[in-house]
């Protein structure tokens, strides 16, 4: 079964999105809606559950459906061995070195060129997410039909030779949406910058009164009185866990803080087993520094924590877009995190955050903020209003469907 | 401006422009060559960003010239050009270029953003976005703006006469529909620098006020059950507007 059936119960998301937008903010949403009648949306991907992507997906579908946007999603089927490739193609945008065989390579067209046939594709609208499936448009792209390759990836450090391997299949597509301008390589086709977003109604993201927060922080026994700074991430160099502590110390002479590196549990990768080994020994036996391992489904408790933190801190040293900055902000949170990535463009230095570059800096802006309630209440409270206008799923679907409308259009006028 | 209005919004796609600029000489050079959407994306089209700010918001350039290359003067020059002279591509493209040559050559080469802080010209393609109301008279018009989202505010009273020239289609067509006052009112609205939220509001209080004058005079030659109607419908439409979610 390739079609993903996606829950429709409960009150309809649009309500929802309502709600958190506004009804002005969704007449736009609504009125491209309309303009695409009569017109079927495919999304493609390579898995139904886990991951961002999936979980975007789950709301995007319905969301367009319940617009009157027919919308279908489907996921490619692969085998141990095509994954073994796409990993190797993943890491390997992302800057890890590695490389595909000739092989390699005519494994993954066989694998698409079997999907090409399995899947449905019966829309005119196709959006296919990330490489996995970025080969069927070799194999089935038929008259009038409009495709866009959506790259979650950040390609700003790809393997050359990898990057040369797909950039000809993505050459064969109308459109490539990118998240980042840095994220975006040389292309023969239109690329649009489509900034990924967060879903309001999410676990991670939806109120909670205070029992509810209460009940969920509970078990890490933090400290009541003392303001909590915090940085949600896996612990992963790059996510600098060991220069957050550092500058939590420098910080720590100065002001009364406890510091919570929250992170998903390192068992199944031996890298990030030894980060959290270095962490640990960072920390020694300090009372003021809880490093708590989490589930991958603890979304509500990440929500309580970002909820009852003063600080949110996100001090990475590389960054895709890192929506754990959006999610801070939509609860009002005070937010330090480095001017990498896609974080500048949500936090605007000293309007929606305080942006830093090192270990002092970022020890500077934690001290100014946990010194300063107005400016951590000002921040937070512009902070919201940027995720709302700029950051929230609404956004996100909007820009998918203005990117079809305009190829539509496009497609309208050559044939006239 | 004969024959009805048709009310568009818009949705604007980010694209890179394919320019990149590490110090004021390349900057100056990419400003040089950018196309006019590229202009209006980095000059112009802020108050969609934060439509409910009424913060004057500074132009991405100066914003970088200022925070990564850190020369406070030239963003100032940069900031103030926007400010007074955007009324156009041209006029605009020529007050910025006047600021940066206010620098000498060899500063600008030397006045320089670190390693990946480079300036990225980006440019928009709009995508219109039909709102459904097609207006024969300004009362329907001014109907179809309350219902109609910010972008479309945006796209009649900034977008559309920035690149056509001249005032918006949408004030010229209520002054041919004898609207001109409420015309002439949009367009100070429009100059004054206020978010698009507020824009919106003061522009519509303005109308709904214009309008009363009007009904009570309409209302004076009357009949007992008519005035009765106008006034069920009246508070009806007060309640409508009282308990409409615009803003969350």
Not at chain 1, 46 to 58: D, N, R, Y
Request: proline fraction near 6%.
């Amino acid at each position: 079964m390739t079609r993903v059936e996606v829950r429709a119960d409960g009150p309809p998301l649009i309500d929802g999105y309502r709600a958190a937008v506004g009804d002005m903010a969704l007449r736009s949403l609504e009125g491209l809606a309309r303009r695409l009648r009569g017109h079927r949306v495919v999304m493609v991907n390579s898995t139904a559950t886990g991951g961002g992507v999936a979980e975007i997906l789950h709301r995007l579908v319905r969301l367009m459906n319940e617009l009157g946007v027919p919308t279908t999603w489907e996921v490619m089927p692969g085998d141990a061995r095509f994954y073994a490739i796409t990993k190797t193609i993943h890491n390997t945008l992302h800057g890890w070195p590695g490389t595909l065989s000739a092989s390699d390579h005519e494994y993954f067209h066989e694998v698409n060129r079997r999907a090409a046939a399995a899947l449905a594709l019966d829309g005119d609208l196709v959006l296919i997410h990330d490489p996995q499936p970025a080969g069927l448009v070799l194999h089935r792209r038929e008259p009038g039909q409009h495709w866009v390759w959506r790259c979650h990836i950040d390609l700003s450090s790809a393997e050359p030779d990898v990057w040369s391997f797909l950039a000809p299949i993505v050459g064969r597509y109308d459109a490539a949406v990118f998240s980042h301008i840095s994220f975006v390589p040389s292309l023969d086709v239109p690329a649009y910058l489509v900034p990924p977003s967060i879903d309001p109604l999410s676990e991670k993201n939806r109120e909670l009164s205070d029992d509810e927060m209460e009940g969920l922080l509970a078990p890490l026994g933090l400290p009541a009185r003392r303001p909590w700074v915090t940085q949600v991430s896996r612990f992963d160099r790059i996510k600098d866990p060991v220069g957050v502590i550092e500058a939590f110390l420098v910080m720590r002479r100065r002001e009364d803080a406890h510091l919570v590196l929250a992170g998903g549990s390192a068992d199944d990768d031996p890298e990030g087993a030894e980060v959290l080994a270095e962490v640990r020994a960072k920390a020694g036996s300090r009372s003021d520094i809880t490093i708590a391992l989490l589930p991958p489904d603890a979304h509500l408790t990440i929500n309580a924590l970002q909820r009852r933190s003063s600080v949110v801190v996100q001090k990475s040293l590389r960054e895709g877009f890192a929506l754990t900055i959006s999610e801070a902000l939509w609860k009002r949170r005070a937010v330090a995190a480095s001017a990498v990535g896609g974080i500048p463009l949500q936090v605007l230095h000293d309007r929606t955050g305080l942006l830093v570059r090192s270990v002092p800096g970022c020890a500077a802006a934690m001290t100014r903020l946990l010194r300063s309630p107005d400016l951590r209440r000002r921040l937070g409270i512009e902070g919201r209003e940027h995720v709302r206008h700029n950051f929230l799923h609404p956004r996100e679907a909007r820009d998918y469907l203005a990117i079809f409308a305009r190829l539509v259009s496009a497609a309208e006028s050559r044939a006239a | 401006m004969d024959g009805p209005f048709e009310l568009m919004s818009v949705i604007h796609l980010v694209r890179p422009a394919g320019d990149r600029a590490g110090d004021l000489e390349a900057l100056r050079a990419g400003i040089a060559r950018a196309e006019p959407a590229t202009l209006f994306y980095h000059a112009l089209q802020h108050p969609l960003r934060r439509p409910d700010s009424d913060e004057a918001r500074d132009d991405d350039w100066s914003t970088w010239v200022r925070g990564v290359v850190q020369d406070g003067e030239t963003a100032e020059h940069l900031a103030y050009a926007v400010q007074h002279r955007a009324g156009s591509a041209d006029e605009l493209r020529e007050a910025l270029l006047e600021a940066l040559g206010a620098v000498p050559e060899k500063a600008r080469a030397v006045r320089a953003a670190p390693a990946g802080a480079e300036f990225t010209f980006l440019t928009v393609e709009s995508v219109p976005v039909p709102t459904g109301c097609v207006a024969h008279d300004a009362a329907e018009l001014m109907t179809g703006l309350e219902d109609a989202d910010l972008n479309a505010w945006f796209y009649h009273l900034f977008e559309q006469p920035w690149f056509a020239g001249g005032p918006p289609a949408l004030t010229q067509w209520l002054a041919a529909r004898g609207a001109a006052r409420l015309a002439r009112a949009i367009e100070d609205e429009a100059k004054s620098g206020r978010g698009l939220l507020t824009l919106r509001r003061r522009v519509l209080r303005r109308w709904r006020q214009r309008r009363l004058g009007s009904r009570i005079a309409a209302a004076a030659g009357a009949t007992e059950g008519d005035r009765r109607d106008t006034e069920r419908a009246a508070v009806a439409g007060l309640v409508r507007r009282i308990t409409r979610t615009d803003e969350p």
